[in-house]
């Protein structure tokens, strides 16, 4: 007789042979149906399991009543204390299915098979000798048809560099034909040129007429226009605005005309104070774009011959930050992070009608809120997408499998329209730490820009990897940062005349988003996989949990309150965090960068560089923007707020309202974020190069 399994879930004991819930000394009758619903669905531990597939395995095609599946799934959310609108052990996909959250514990489980097919099996051995002999004859050819050796995992195994210059390239596609490639080239000053290459004869050609801070790149269907978002982000600000203006313009580009030479841009949908990003041409006419506003992100649909706009998709309960179309199939697929920062993978219709939805499964344990940026492939099957450099094939459903290519370096990368190749963009950033003396004069270089391999201060502790937001510990002469030199994302910490160490062990190769150090200088805060890990100097960690997932720490307020971003549905909210409490408290502010407090003040930054003030209490209050300050290059320090000009790189001191103080130094071109400061000591970041190159992966 078969066993029937024994498994846990939580802190529940799943008994199917006696049909019992236990938990601890109390059990519970449950009817066989509704625990081999709870039996499939823990098979198939945190991955969507479809309405269809559990009517097979738990009715195997019987007449039931409707919504009997429905019915289980309520009664063992009664039974295990789960709230259907915040689950912690069921999860509704809304028209596919359901999928466990709850880690999974077997005592006996069967090996392959679900309780349906034990059924199953158990009938066949009752039938008849020559029926039992016809199903084992049936069962060893499936066997050698799933066991036969197949194709090995898809490996690209040749590499071929397209460009190769001083500027680093970005954005590359093919062209409809395949015949070039289009790609962004920097320009200096945040600003590039849109490029093309003819693959042909290896021509290059500059399609702009105008430098400009441009986005990614897409062709109209029929191949005659690029496609793209623009951002004024480097031009002046109007002297009679008292705040900065963000004009985001989407701007379409003659590709025929611009081969001939550089064109100015046609635009046709401009002016908006919202982000604008990855515009899409449609049919008629039509463009959708994702544009994100103070309430959440939404897919727009722009008519261009009657210049009017309507949202096609957007959710309540999901932050979207990426969304492709794919012409042929008329369909978008939309990824979205949910409220547990998990990824969903939505696919649309032309109208924006949702078709399915699935959460995204990563075939190795995941890197916590990585967002995974997939575009279709050229067939619309499946997507193509890049995450911690590896290249990735994403189904539909949600399953990804990775691919193997001879790169470990990835940024971007796309297919070709005829043929297997894949164009991609790969390299990497050299960022280094410097410490400035703003009483010290130190010899001006040669105009610098970021493709020039050369350091504009000396530096702290040189390394060829990304070495960002460097921090004084409130006492000591030490210096910590964040590099990647080991591979992954560590916290270090350097002395004067001696070499950096190590400060934390970031195992899961998750990006370290910021951290802050206590007041005695013994701790350092930072997030780890949502959690909070407290760090002391001798690289011991304490773990503090907390019902939301932690993004990243920005101050440590006191001894038991730090500032923190949680991403959820609406990205990047700004909270306070009762450490001794474990107590969450709102801010009520979405889209925050960084954030600071100061003589009862809270200053923050937001998505956009704009920097606000309002009250320290976490109620609900007024903000007031500071205007001319450059949210990208702040920092607030000792009562005061220290800004950095974008176009004359100057370092201003400020009040906390704003108003300006003093210019303390004129800074360089490529390294002007400033971190911190201590008494005349300045740490800032400098670009030494960015490395990037488009090249052709080939099987």
Same mark, same amino acid.
């Given at each position: 007789?078969?066993?029937?399994?024994?498994?846990?879930?939580?802190?529940?004991?799943?008994?199917?042979? @006696?049909?019992?819930?236990?938990?601890?000394?109390?059990?519970?009758?449950?009817?066989?149906? %509704?625990?081999?619903?709870?039996?499939?669905?823990?098979?198939?531990?945190?991955?969507?399991?479809?309405?269809?597939?559990?009517?097979?395995? %738990?009715?195997?095609?019987?007449?039931?009543?409707?919504?009997?599946?429905?019915?289980?799934?309520?009664?063992?959310?009664?039974?295990?204390?789960?709230?259907?609108?915040?689950?912690?052990?069921?999860?509704?996909?809304?028209?596919?299915?359901?999928?466990?959250?709850?880690?999974? !514990?077997?005592?006996?489980?069967?090996?392959?098979?679900?309780?349906?097919?034990?059924?199953?099996? @158990?009938?066949?051995?009752?039938?008849?000798?020559?029926?039992?002999?016809? %199903?084992?004859?049936?069962?060893?050819?499936?066997?050698?048809?799933?066991?036969?050796?197949?194709?090995?995992?898809?490996?690209?195994?040749?590499?071929?560099?397209?460009?190769?210059?001083?500027?680093?390239?970005?954005?590359?596609?093919?062209?409809?034909?395949?015949?070039?490639?289009?790609?962004?080239?920097?320009?200096?000053?945040?600003?590039?040129?849109?490029?093309? *290459?003819?693959? $042909?004869?290896?021509?290059?050609?500059?399609?702009?007429?105008?430098?400009?801070?441009?986005?990614?790149?897409?062709?109209?269907?029929?191949?005659?226009?690029?496609?793209?978002?623009?951002?004024?982000?480097?031009?002046?600000?109007?002297?009679?605005?008292?705040?900065?203006?963000?004009?985001?313009?989407?701007?379409?580009?003659?590709?025929?005309?611009?081969?001939?030479?550089?064109?100015?841009?046609?635009?046709?949908?401009?002016?908006?104070?919202?982000?604008?990003?990855?515009?899409?041409?449609?049919?008629?006419?039509?463009?959708?774009?994702?544009?994100?506003?103070?309430?959440?992100? /939404?897919?727009?649909?722009?008519?261009?011959?009657?210049?009017?706009?309507?949202?096609?998709?957007?959710?309540?309960?999901?932050?979207?930050?990426?969304?492709?179309?794919?012409?042929?199939?008329?369909?978008?697929?939309?990824?979205?992070?949910?409220?547990?920062?998990?990824?969903?993978?939505?696919?649309?219709?032309?109208?924006?009608?949702?078709?399915?939805?699935?959460?995204?499964?990563?075939?190795?344990?995941?890197?916590?809120?990585?967002?995974?940026?997939?575009?279709?492939?050229?067939?619309?099957?499946?997507?193509?997408?890049?995450?911690?450099?590896?290249?990735?094939?994403?189904?539909?459903?949600?399953?990804?499998?990775?691919?193997?290519?001879?790169?470990?370096?990835?940024?971007?990368?796309?297919?070709?329209?005829?043929?297997?190749?894949?164009?991609?963009?790969?390299?990497?950033?050299?960022?280094?730490?410097?410490?400035?003396?703003?009483?010290?004069?130190?010899?001006?270089?040669? /105009?610098?820009?970021?493709?020039?391999?050369?350091?504009?201060?000396?530096?702290?502790?040189?390394?060829?990897?990304?070495?960002?937001?460097?921090?004084?510990?409130?006492?000591? @002469?030490?210096?910590?940062?964040?590099?990647?030199? !080991?591979?992954?994302?560590?916290?270090?910490?350097?002395?004067?005349?001696?070499?950096?160490?190590?400060?934390?062990?970031?195992?899961?190769?998750?990006?370290?988003?910021?951290?802050?150090?206590?007041?005695?200088?013994? $701790?350092?805060?930072? %997030?780890?996989?949502?959690?909070?890990?407290?760090?002391?100097?001798?690289?011991?960690?304490?773990?503090?949990?907390?019902?939301?997932?932690?993004?990243?720490?920005?101050?440590?307020?006191?001894?038991?309150?730090?500032?923190?971003?949680?991403?959820?549905?609406?990205?990047?909210?700004?909270?306070?965090?009762?450490?001794?409490?474990?107590?969450?408290?709102?801010? $009520?502010?979405?889209?925050?960068?960084?954030?600071?407090?100061?003589?009862?003040?809270?200053?923050?930054?937001? *998505?956009?560089?704009?920097?606000?003030?309002?009250?320290?209490?976490?109620?609900?209050?007024?903000?007031?923007?500071?205007?001319?300050?450059?949210?990208?290059?702040?920092?607030?320090?000792?009562?005061?707020?220290?800004?950095?000009?974008?176009?004359?790189?100057?370092?201003?001191?400020?009040?906390?309202?704003?108003?300006?103080?003093?210019?303390? *130094?004129?800074?360089?071109?490529?390294?002007?974020?400033?971190?911190?400061?201590?008494?005349?000591?300045?740490?800032?970041?400098?670009?030494?190069?960015?490395?990037?190159?488009?090249?052709?992966?080939?099987?």
């Amino acid at each position: 007789m078969t066993q029937l399994p024994v498994f846990s879930i939580c802190d529940y004991k799943i008994d199917l042979s @006696r049909s019992v819930i236990e938990q601890g000394e109390q059990q519970t009758k449950i009817e066989p149906k %509704v625990l081999s619903v709870l039996y499939v669905l823990a098979q198939h531990q945190n991955e969507v399991v479809t309405h269809q597939t559990l009517m097979e395995q %738990v009715w195997q095609g019987a007449e039931v009543v409707p919504n009997a599946l429905q019915r289980c799934i309520a009664i063992l959310r009664k039974e295990l204390g789960d709230d259907a609108k915040s689950p912690n052990i069921i999860a509704t996909h809304p028209k596919i299915g359901y999928r466990l959250l709850c880690e999974v !514990t077997w005592y006996n489980a069967p090996d392959t098979h679900s309780l349906a097919n034990s059924k199953k099996h @158990r009938r066949m051995l009752d039938s008849t000798p020559w029926t039992f002999v016809a %199903v084992c004859i049936t069962m060893l050819l499936m066997f050698t048809i799933l066991f036969w050796p197949t194709t090995p995992i898809t490996k690209y195994t040749q590499l071929t560099e397209l460009t190769n210059t001083d500027a680093h390239e970005s954005h590359a596609i093919y062209s409809p034909n395949g015949q070039y490639i289009v790609f962004n080239r920097y320009a200096g000053s945040c600003k590039s040129h849109i490029w093309a *290459k003819a693959l $042909h004869n290896g021509k290059e050609t500059q399609l702009t007429a105008q430098a400009g801070q441009f986005g990614a790149p897409t062709f109209t269907p029929d191949g005659r226009e690029i496609v793209f978002a623009t951002y004024n982000t480097c031009d002046k600000v109007p002297s009679n605005q008292s705040l900065p203006t963000s004009c985001w313009t989407l701007a379409t580009l003659d590709f025929a005309q611009a081969l001939s030479g550089p064109q100015t841009l046609n635009t046709r949908y401009q002016c908006q104070t919202h982000e604008i990003k990855t515009p899409k041409a449609l049919a008629n006419h039509q463009y959708a774009f994702l544009q994100f506003s103070t309430k959440n992100p /939404a897919i727009m649909l722009y008519n261009d011959l009657n210049k009017s706009s309507q949202p096609l998709f957007s959710s309540d309960a999901l932050s979207i930050y990426h969304f492709d179309y794919h012409p042929k199939r008329q369909q978008f697929v939309v990824f979205a992070h949910d409220q547990h920062a998990n990824t969903q993978l939505i696919l649309l219709d032309k109208n924006g009608k949702m078709l399915q939805q699935a959460t995204l499964q990563l075939p190795e344990k995941p890197i916590f809120i990585s967002p995974i940026i997939g575009n279709f492939a050229t067939t619309g099957e499946y997507l193509l997408a890049v995450s911690n450099r590896k290249l990735y094939k994403v189904a539909l459903d949600g399953q990804m499998s990775e691919l193997i290519t001879p790169s470990s370096r990835l940024i971007s990368v796309t297919e070709h329209p005829s043929q297997q190749d894949l164009l991609a963009v790969q390299g990497h950033k050299d960022i280094d730490i410097a410490q400035v003396d703003l009483n010290q004069d130190i010899m001006q270089q040669r /105009a610098l820009d970021l493709h020039t391999v050369t350091t504009p201060y000396p530096s702290t502790a040189r390394s060829n990897t990304q070495e960002r937001l460097a921090r004084f510990p409130p006492n000591g @002469r030490s210096i910590s940062f964040i590099s990647n030199r !080991t591979g992954q994302d560590e916290i270090w910490l350097w002395h004067p005349n001696s070499d950096a160490v190590q400060l934390t062990n970031n195992e899961n190769e998750e990006t370290i988003h910021g951290y802050a150090w206590s007041a005695d200088s013994h $701790h350092v805060a930072w %997030v780890k996989n949502g959690k909070l890990l407290i760090t002391d100097l001798t690289g011991n960690s304490r773990l503090v949990s907390t019902y939301k997932p932690l993004f990243s720490v920005l101050n440590w307020l006191d001894s038991d309150t730090l500032l923190v971003l949680i991403k959820n549905a609406r990205a990047n909210s700004l909270y306070q965090f009762d450490i001794k409490e474990n107590k969450l408290i709102a801010y $009520h502010l979405d889209d925050v960068e960084n954030a600071w407090v100061s003589h009862n003040r809270l200053i923050y930054t937001t *998505k956009n560089n704009q920097v606000f003030s309002r009250a320290i209490t976490p109620n609900e209050q007024p903000a007031t923007p500071l205007p001319h300050l450059n949210g990208k290059a702040l920092l607030v320090k000792n009562g005061a707020i220290y800004s950095v000009d974008k176009d004359t790189f100057a370092l201003k001191q400020y009040d906390l309202n704003g108003a300006f103080i003093q210019t303390l *130094k004129t800074l360089k071109p490529t390294a002007w974020k400033i971190t911190d400061l201590k008494d005349t000591q300045l740490l800032l970041e400098q670009f030494i190069t960015i490395d990037q190159e488009v090249v052709v992966l080939q099987k």
